[in-house]
C-alpha cells in the first residue's frame, strides 16, 4: 500500500487551523496546503485521490440522506438549473470570444466550439464546497440551502448526461435493473434498524454508499457518484436516515481533507495561464448575477436568492471532470485542465469569506436587492411571523424541543417555536406543538418583528436559540441585542469553550447541551424569566 507522506498532515492542520483563526473556513487552509506541497516538491498520490474519491463519494450520499425527490422538482431547481447551465455557457463563450478579439492569445488559439466547451465546464459550481459551508452554518435545510443544493443536484445530472454523450459510453442496458432498488427499498429499511447505533452502522453506511451506491452503479455504466446520491435519497425516508448521516459526518470532513490537498497537489500553470485563471475568478459575478436573477424570477426572496447564489459562487470539480474528458478526446489542450483547477481554487478561496458573512451582506444590502424580488412569493419562501408568542424557540431539534415543553407546561400557549427546515416543521406540528418555518438567522424576520421585540403591543419576553450550530446561535444573538437591548436572550452551547462567545454576545442565560439535558436548561431559562 502507497504510504503516505508524513509533512501532509502537518502541513494541513497547520494552515486549516491559520484559516479558522482569521475567520476562514478551514478548507481555504487544506486548499492552500495543497499549492505549499506541491511547492514542496510534492505531488499528488493514488492514495490522496483514493481518499479524495471516498470523501466525495460520501458527501453525495449523505446529501441523499437529507434530500426528497419532492425538492428536485420545484420549477426553481429543474427549471432554474437548466436555464442557468444555458444562460451561463453562452455568457461564458462570449466572453471568451470577445478575449479573442482583442488579442488574449489563449482563447484566439481556440475555436468556437471550445469556447462552448469551456463556458459549459465553469458554468458549474462546487457541490463540495457549498454543502461543506451550508453544514457548518447549519444551513443545509433551509430554504436557500435546499435550493441550493437541489441546482447542485440537477448540475450532477446535467454532468452525467454530458460524460455519457462525450464519451459515447452508453449505461449498460442492466442499469434497467436499477429499478429493483425500491423493490429492495424494504430490505435495506429492515437491515438499517438492525444495525444498531455503533460500528455496524458506520460499516454499513461505508457499504451502502460505496459498495451499493458507487460500484454498483459504476459496474452498470452509471456515474459512481450519482448512484451514492441515489442510494442515500432511497433511504431519506427512514426514521433512522439522519443518525446515519450524522454517523459518517466526521468521516466525510476528514476524507475531504484529501479532496482540497489534491486540488492544489494537481500544480501551477505558467503565469500566462496563472492570468487567465484570475481573469475567470474575475467573471464570478456575472455567474452570481445570473443565479440571483432567476431564482428572484421564479419568486424567491431576495433574501433567499441571494444566499443561495452566494453558495454557489464559485467553480466546480464537476468543471475539473468536463475539462479532462475534453482533454482525453482531443478538444481542448492539456494545459486547460490546470487552468481549470487554479480558477477552481482561487474561486473557492474568494467564495470563502463571502460565505461566511452572507448574512451581514444580505443586512448591509437588503434595501437595494429587495426591489428584485416578484411581488407575489413562492410558497414557503414568505418572511416568517412570530405571531402573538411571548416566548420564541428556535431550532426545534432535540435540544429545542425539550425546552419547549418545559416552558409551554410552566407558561401556557404563548411559547412558539420555529425552525428553518420545513420537513421538521411538519412533524412537529403533526404532534401538536405550535412551530412555524423560520431562520433566526433572517435579516428579514428581525426587521419586521423589531417593533414587538421593543415592547410594542404584546411584546416578546423571551428568545431561545437552541440551534445546531454555534456560529448561527453567536449572530443571531447578536441580531437580537442590536434590535432589543432588553430582550431576555437564552442559548444553548455544544461546548464550555462557547458560553464565553456568546455571553460577549449579549445572552442573558447560557448552558452545555453536553453536560446538561434540554429540560435542566429550560428550568433555568424559566427560573431566569420569572425572577426578571
Not at 92 to 121: E, P
Not at 257 to 283: K, Q, Y
Not at 425 to 445: I, K, N, P, T
Request: proline residues 4%; contains cysteine; charged residues 15%.
Amino acid at each position: 500500500m502507497q504510504a503516505l507522506d508524513p509533512i501532509w498532515l502537518p502541513v494541513a492542520f497547520a494552515l486549516g487551523l491559520a484559516a479558522r483563526l482569521v475567520g476562514l473556513p478551514p478548507l481555504v487552509g487544506f486548499l492552500a496546503g495543497g499549492f505549499v506541497l506541491h511547492a514542496m516538491g510534492l505531488r499528488t498520490s493514488e492514495l490522496v485521490e483514493g481518499l479524495a474519491d471516498i470523501g466525495v463519494t460520501l458527501l453525495l450520499f449523505t446529501i441523499g440522506l437529507k434530500l426528497r425527490v419532492h425538492q428536485l422538482l420545484r420549477p426553481e431547481i429543474w427549471a432554474g438549473t437548466t436555464l442557468q447551465m444555458g444562460i451561463t455557457s453562452a455568457l461564458f463563450t462570449g466572453l471568451f470570444a470577445l478575449l479573442a478579439v482583442f488579442g488574449v492569445a489563449r482563447f484566439a488559439a481556440l475555436d468556437g466550439l471550445q469556447w462552448l466547451l469551456l463556458g459549459f465546464a465553469f458554468a458549474f459550481s462546487s457541490t463540495v464546497f457549498a454543502v461543506k459551508v451550508l453544514e457548518e452554518r447549519g444551513e443545509a435545510a433551509s430554504r436557500h440551502g435546499g435550493t441550493a443544493i437541489g441546482m447542485l443536484i440537477m448540475q450532477d445530472v446535467i454532468a452525467v448526461v454530458f460524460i455519457a454523450a462525450s464519451t459515447g459510453e452508453l449505461p449498460s442496458p442492466w442499469a434497467l435493473g436499477l429499478i429493483l432498488l425500491f423493490v429492495l427499498r424494504p430490505l435495506l429499511y429492515a437491515i438499517l434498524e438492525r444495525a444498531g447505533h455503533g460500528e455496524l452502522l458506520i460499516l454499513l453506511g461505508f457499504l451502502f454508499a460505496l459498495g451499493l451506491g458507487y460500484a454498483g452503479f459504476e459496474a452498470l455504466g452509471v456515474k459512481g457518484d450519482l448512484g451514492a446520491l441515489a442510494v442515500g435519497m432511497l433511504l431519506a425516508p427512514h426514521p433512522k436516515a439522519k443518525e446515519l448521516a450524522a454517523t459518517l459526518l466526521g468521516f466525510k470532513d476528514l476524507l475531504l481533507v484529501g479532496f482540497f490537498l489534491s486540488i492544489g497537489l494537481r500544480g501551477l500553470p505558467d503565469p500566462s495561464g496563472l492570468l487567465v485563471a484570475l481573469v475567470m475568478v474575475a467573471f464570478l459575478p456575472l455567474k452570481v448575477a445570473v443565479y440571483f436573477g432567476l431564482l428572484t424570477r421564479f419568486r424567491l426572496r431576495a433574501r433567499t436568492s441571494l444566499l443561495a447564489s452566494l453558495a454557489l459562487a464559485n467553480y466546480s470539480e464537476f468543471g475539473l471532470i468536463v475539462a479532462a474528458i475534453s482533454v482525453k478526446v482531443g478538444w481542448l489542450d492539456p494545459e486547460w485542465l490546470v487552468i481549470a483547477a487554479i480558477a477552481l481554487s482561487v474561486s473557492l478561496v474568494a467564495a470563502a469569506p463571502l460565505n461566511s458573512r452572507a448574512h451581514e451582506i444580505y443586512e448591509a444590502w437588503c434595501g437595494r436587492i429587495r426591489r428584485f424580488e416578484s411581488k407575489q412569493r413562492v410558497p414557503g419562501d414568505e418572511a416568517p411571523d412570530i405571531g402573538d408568542v411571548e416566548i420564541a424557540v428556535f431550532g426545534m431539534g432535540r435540544v429545542g424541543s425539550s425546552i419547549y415543553d418545559v416552558l409551554r407546561a410552566r407558561f401556557g400557549n404563548v411559547v412558539g417555536g420555529l425552525d428553518s427546515d420545513p420537513d421538521a416543521v411538519a412533524a412537529q406540528c403533526a404532534v401538536g406543538r405550535r412551530v412555524v418555518l423560520g431562520d433566526a438567522m433572517d435579516a428579514d424576520f428581525w426587521q419586521t418583528s423589531e417593533n414587538r421585540l421593543r415592547g410594542t403591543g404584546r411584546s416578546a419576553r423571551l428568545v431561545v436559540l437552541a440551534l445546531s450550530e454555534h456560529e448561527a446561535n453567536l449572530h443571531a444573538a447578536q441580531q437580537i441585542r442590536h434590535r432589543a437591548p432588553d430582550l431576555l436572550i437564552a442559548a444553548s452551547a455544544r461546548f464550555d469553550d462557547e458560553i464565553g462567545e456568546l455571553e460577549g454576545a449579549g445572552v442573558d442565560v447560557t448552558c452545555s447541551v453536553l453536560s446538561q439535558a434540554g429540560t435542566g436548561f429550560a428550568e433555568l431559562i424559566a427560573k431566569r424569566l420569572e425572577a426578571a
